[in-house]
């Protein structure tokens, strides 16, 4: 078969395994690196890789060839959790941060989330898909090619459905691949102040289905936190999310370890998300149930912590787990995941090839994408992520800087030489 298009003389080309699940504990540290390598490329999917001159087999007078020579390839990058759809912004908290206030104390005074929830409210479609969009150029620029996406910064019907259709719209008309996850369950919105059983079983018995019927999330998701949802309410949610077909994520032990592990670990939710004070018992629980834990070293980063989750305890106890910005207005506000892998090595101390299968091939599986993006293998989409540097390490080492220079979107050349296309 000929190919449309080959990509070749890279100088390296990371190829992640897609063993059938998951990449967990040691299989983490797993990957072929190919030199000297191409990519042939069919009807937007992948034909062919190799390393040394392209198959002569692959090749006719109407097969586009480019040379990336000096350059590094990977699969598209993909950022399975954050917040994009949101009005306002909240540097005004920067200065309590600097001082030391806890975000529990923030949120409680009305601040945080509930800041954006009311900024959300206020704001109109219009206005939101324009600023998610220009987040998501942003994200595409830096390497993403899909990206997962939650509501939650409305905490009623209304404006919740606003911000799924926002990123419903974004999926259909951007280059960029969205997962949408529905969280109404972020915060107990001002309402509903002091009943916040009667806001889950609000959720329950009028949202869930509404976003179900009208096809707006795969996921659902919750903040099982002190102060937030206890481990029982987001039991009750998720199991009712599971029960109408929703597949499930849940934020657990971001600042206090209140049993989410445990809702994660006994109903089989998919990921389980932030883990920053996650014990030894709670990994070994998400190992057991093979949930992936997604991790957010930005949030800690932006939060001026060292509660950086035990990534590396994680691999030894055979868990997987992906690296992800958490990018939101407040907790997080990037758009760099780039920047957040070297939060890994840095940080965490994730070696290089432990991150990069972080980002493809497991956040492939954490996004329910894996059949169709995450690997190189045959048959896959053409996503691709082009490295303006010669190998996997240079990415980490030379930091805080946009390295990205190219980006192929099922095969189509959507970011050039840093700019979109």
Known sequence: MKADKILKNFSQIFCPSDIGHPLRGEEMSDAKVIENGYIAIKDGKILAIDSGEPNAELLDSTTEVIDYT???????????????????????????KLNGVPYLDILAAGGGILSTVNSTRDASFDTLYEKTSKLVDDMIIHGVTTVEAKSGYGLDWATEKKQL???????????????????????????????????????????????????????????????????EQSKRLLQAAKDQGFK???????????????VAAELGSVSAEHLMVITDEGIDKLSKAHVIGNLLPGTTFSLMQDTYAPAKKMIEHGMAITLTTDS??????????????????????????????????????????????????????????????????????????????????????????????
């Open 165 to 231: 259709e926002v990123i419903k719209k974004i999926d259909e008309k951007h280059d960029m691949d969205l997962v949408s996850t529905f969280m109404a369950a972020h915060a107990v919105p001002p309402e509903y102040k002091g009943r916040s059983d009667e806001f889950i079983d609000m959720i329950i018995n009028e949202m869930l289905p509404k976003v179900k019927e009208e096809h707006l999330s795969e996921f659902c998701d919750i903040f099982c936190e002190t102060g937030v949802f206890t481990a």
């Open 328 to 421: 939101n207005p407040g907790s997080c506000p990037t758009s760099n995941l780039q920047f957040i892998m070297q939060l890994g090595t840095f940080m965490m101390k994730l070696t290089p090839i432990q991150v990069l299968n972080a980002v493809t091939i497991n956040a492939a599986y954490s996004v329910c994408r894996n059949d169709s993006i995450g690997s190189f293998d045959e048959g896959k989409n053409a996503d691709i992520t082009v490295f303006d540097c010669e190998n996997i390490d240079y990415p980490f080492y030379f930091f805080a800087t946009n390295l990205v220079s190219e980006v192929y979107k099922n095969g189509n050349l959507v970011v050039q030489d840093r700019q979109l296309v």
């Open 70 to 96: 000096g350059k590094m390839a990977t699969p598209g990058l993909i950022d399975c959790h954050t917040h994009l759809v949101y009005g306002g912004s909240r540097e005004n908290e920067f200065s309590k």
């Open 248 to 262: 499930l994520r849940i934020h657990a032990d971001e600042i206090d370890s209140v049993g989410g592990v445990d």
